[in-house]
Every structure is written in C-alpha cells, then in structure tokens.
C-alpha cells in the first residue's frame, strides 16, 4: 500500500508532512513535490533506503542519484569545501532548479547514490513542500524523479502514482510541479561552468555569474541531432525505423560565450513560488491532457520502450549521447521516450507544417493512430488523431510545464506515430528541445 497525502503547495503543514518524515526517516520511500518535477525521496545515508529507489523505478545502479538538502549547513557533511564559483551559484540560484556536482565527502552517503564516483551531486530546492519535507525528515534526501525509469518525468502526483503505486511508502500530493523540467547539472572546472543536463536554470542566467559557462558534449545545444530527409518524401525509412541518420554530434564543447540575451517573454524566473503558481493553473486549465482510455500497447513499441537501460541510443558515431563518454551518467539512457515512434521536425514553419500533415496522413492512411505535438498557433493547422498543443509558442515556460503530461497524455490514447515540432533553442527552449530530441530517440528531421 502507498499511502497519500494532500497538502498545500504553498504552506504545507508539519502535520500534514510528519508521516512522511517519518518513513524517510525509517528508510522508506516517499514521492514529494518539487520545483521542477516529483521527486522519489530516500535518507540519502541508508544503503537499504537508497536500494528501495533503484527498486522501484527499475534504475540502473550506475546512473547517480541527486541528494536534495534543506539548508546550506547539511553541505559540509555531504562534499569536500568548495570553492568561490560554487559560493556564487548557490548565492545565486539556491533554492531552486540547479544541481552541482561537488566532490564527495567520503562515507558521506551511500555509495549507491553516487554510483561510485567520487563526486556527489547536490541541490537544494525551493518548492516550500519539498523545504519542509527534508527539513522534517532531517537527513539529506536522495531523489530522483518519480517516475519509472524510462518513463517521462512526473509532474502531478497522479503521474507518480500511475507509474509507482504499490511500490513506494507514499506520495505527498502538493499539486503540479513547477518548471516542468529538471533540474539543471552543473559541474566546476576552475573558472568554467559545465552544463551536464540542461534544465531549470538557464546558460543565460548562469552567466550572470559565472565567467564561462560551457556545455558538455551530451547537454550542447543540437547535441545529437541528426538532419535527414527533405520535405517532399514524408518520413523516411530509416526514420520510421529507428534507425540513425548522418550527421550530428561532433560539437564536443560549444561555449555559451555569445549566447543571445534571452528572449523576448519576460517569464518569471523559474524555480521561483511563481512557477510553481503557474503550474497549478495549467495543470486546472480544461481542455489540458485528459485521461482517456488506454489502448494496448502495440508490441513493437513495447519493445522500443524497455524500462531498463537501453545503452547507447543509436549505434556508435552516430549521436552526440552515444558516441561519447557523457560526464553525466544518466545522459547515456534512452530517456523520456513515449511509446509510440516520435520524431522532431525543425525547418521553416510552412514547411514543417506541410511535412507534418504529409507524414501523418500517410500513415493515418496506413491505419496508424497519430499524434502530432504541435502550439496553439499551428494546432488548427492539422488533422491527426491526437492533436496536443503546448499552448502559445510565446510561451516557452508554459511549454515546459505541460511537456511531460503530453508525453504520456500519447501513452494513454495509444498514439502510435508522432511528429513534434521544434522549438527555438533560447532561455528554457534548450533544456525543452533536450528532452525532445531523447523523445525522439535523436530522430530528428529538417523539413
Ligand atoms: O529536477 C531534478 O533534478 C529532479 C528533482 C526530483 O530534483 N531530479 C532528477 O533526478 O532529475 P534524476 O535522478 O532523474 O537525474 C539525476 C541526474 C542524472 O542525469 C545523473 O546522471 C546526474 O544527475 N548525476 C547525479 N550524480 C551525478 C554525479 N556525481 N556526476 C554527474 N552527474 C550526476
Ligand atoms: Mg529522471
């Protein structure tokens, strides 16, 4: 039995969270809220406790997990003392959606939760919930997100729920996350900011205080992208596939140096109260994925969507995540994936638009249930069996929100094929396309 508490997003109750507490602090697991998704929590220090995450979302025990912290003064246990930059980005960006990975404190946690490195990865969320639950707890929580592994990231406790009933302590139900994407990794190298898993926290915002920020081979912008095909012949084979096109991943260190100013919506900034405000109202907002009857699951897509990791996603030389060692373990699995075969289209709006309606027709035709991912603005512009809008194109933070839900708003209709539209690689329309392109399983097309 998993046990299920509702609380207030904004001003959770020490009551309402004591239960909870106290399995974290008896080595249970307990699902809570976060500033960017749900996060599955454990007492970071139990060997047994952290072996009940793994357990549960069918993890592989190589990929690190995240130990989430309440209050600056549990850091000094958990990693070695840091330097000036690292100072300056929790200055800057804590709480909130950005993780560092710091050199660990021997024996400070298990070793099942860094998986063996000598680093240990460290955030401390702003999402009141999520505050007062480690606080309560009183130990430092690991926590990766709530989902199964291999499952889109959950970003309402229904999620959780659907994907880890039975098989955790409890979910503490404090509403629709905020950000909608994780968080983001960071590691220090000097002076330099290496960008792990891009999320939350932007490269612009990081730049504000940090000298050079940088991303790493997996995380850089178009990492793993591959272009194929031309508008006029629909999806191609290999596509359709799984198979790799050409091209792709040779930008092994792309500096943010001449990153443009972000763009022109003045979002709140993330991982503040505001986001997670805006969640909840997207999350109320009729006409948002609805809970439909589920179809079966046709088997090839079954197959294509083994909860275990997949290892590389296409053979090597092929993609940016496969052809290289990435810093950041959990950059190597196939994440994120829908089960029905999604590809993304970049290109020109008209063209992208007259490739979507070609490909999806032709396989609708076939007898396919499609699915196309598209915004407000373009949605009247298709006829599929599943058209799901991630609202205004102005909007790209809203986008975020409402991604993962979409995801598995596919799952539960049964879409078989899916076409989604690119977005522009600004702000948190990097950390989106990121997780696009792994939905896609790097199949990616320019119209
Ligand atoms: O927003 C988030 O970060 C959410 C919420 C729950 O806090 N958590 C999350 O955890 O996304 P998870 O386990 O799904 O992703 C953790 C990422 C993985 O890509 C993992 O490889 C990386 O962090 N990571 C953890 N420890 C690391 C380390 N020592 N060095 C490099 N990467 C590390
Ligand atoms: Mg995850």
Redesign the pocket.
Known sequence: RTMEWRVDARAPRSEELAEAARLLREGQTVAFP?E????LGADARSDEAVARIFEAKGRPSD????V?IADRAQLGALVLPWGELAERLMDRFWPG?L?L?LPAAPGAVSPRV?AG?D???V?M?SHPVALALIAAAGCPVA???ANRSGRP?PTLAAHVAGDLAGRIAGIVDGGAAGVGL??T?V?IDGETVRI??P??VTAEELREVAPRVEYDAVAAPGAGMEVSVNASVGMSAEAASGSPAIGGGENLSTAVSDIASPGPDSAPRRGSMAAIEQAHDLAARPGEPRRTSSAAEPAYAQAARSDQAVGPAQPLGLSADAALAP?????KYAHYAPRGAMELVQGEADARRAYIQRAAHTARSRGDRTGILTFDEHAGGYEADDVISLGSLSRLDNAAQALYAALREFDDRGTQRIWAEAVPETGIGHALMNRLVKAAGHRVVHA
């Not at 960017?36 to 996060?39: A, E, K, L, Q």
């Open positions: 976060t960017t998704v749900y996060g990929n690190p997990l995240i989430h959606p993780t990975v860094t490195l680093t240990v990865a955030r969320p926590a990766p997100s990231s994780e968080s990794v590691e792990l898993r999320g939350g810093r950041s373990p959990g950059m």
